[in-house]
Structure formats: structure tokens, C-alpha cells
């Protein structure tokens, strides 16, 4: 059986990154730290996408976690 994500929200979070850090996006819906991974996703077969950011910029992390191009947002949240 395939565990399904949560969905924190049906719209993208919108983060300033920083570039050559590394961001890991919550994969399950689960963390109180959205669109973080806080580790809420022990138990499950979820785990975090490591992103990590080619320039400082803005970007859209997913935040209804069923994106074709995670951990970005791809529009998806339209359809749910």
C-alpha cells in the first residue's frame, strides 16, 4: 500500500533561497515546518527531497506535495 501526502495547503510556498545552501522539502504534508521536512515523516515511507538552490532567488516549493517537479511547484494544486 502507498501512503498518500497530506496537503498543508493548495498553494505554493514562496521562499527567498540562498544559493549553494541546501533546503529539504517535506515530502509527507506531515511537518509543522512547511515546506521543511522536522522529521515528521518517521513511520512512514516518506522521505525529504533535498533541494539545493543555484542562485539566491525566490522560489516555489510545493505545498500541496503532488507535484510532477518536486520539490517546486508545478501548478498541480489546481486539479485537487
Do not use: R
Given at each position: 500500500?502507498?501512503?498518500?501526502?497530506?496537503?498543508?495547503?493548495?498553494?505554493?510556498?514562496?521562499?527567498?533561497?540562498?544559493?549553494?545552501?541546501?533546503?529539504?522539502?517535506?515530502?509527507?504534508?506531515?511537518?509543522?515546518?512547511?515546506?521543511?521536512?522536522?522529521?515528521?515523516?518517521?513511520?512512514?515511507?516518506?522521505?525529504?527531497?533535498?533541494?539545493?538552490?543555484?542562485?539566491?532567488?525566490?522560489?516555489?516549493?510545493?505545498?500541496?506535495?503532488h507535484s510532477?517537479?518536486?520539490?517546486?511547484?508545478?501548478?498541480?494544486?489546481?486539479?485537487l
Amino acid at each position: 500500500m502507498t501512503d498518500t501526502p497530506d496537503i498543508p495547503q493548495k498553494s505554493p510556498y514562496p521562499v527567498e533561497v540562498e544559493e549553494g545552501k541546501n533546503y529539504f522539502w517535506c515530502a509527507c504534508g506531515k511537518s509543522q515546518n512547511q515546506p521543511f521536512c522536522d522529521g515528521s515523516h518517521k513511520g512512514t515511507e516518506f522521505t525529504p527531497v533535498k533541494y539545493t538552490a543555484e542562485a539566491s532567488k525566490k522560489v516555489f516549493f510545493c505545498g500541496c506535495k503532488h507535484s510532477g517537479k518536486t520539490p517546486l511547484c508545478d501548478g498541480s494544486h489546481s486539479s485537487l
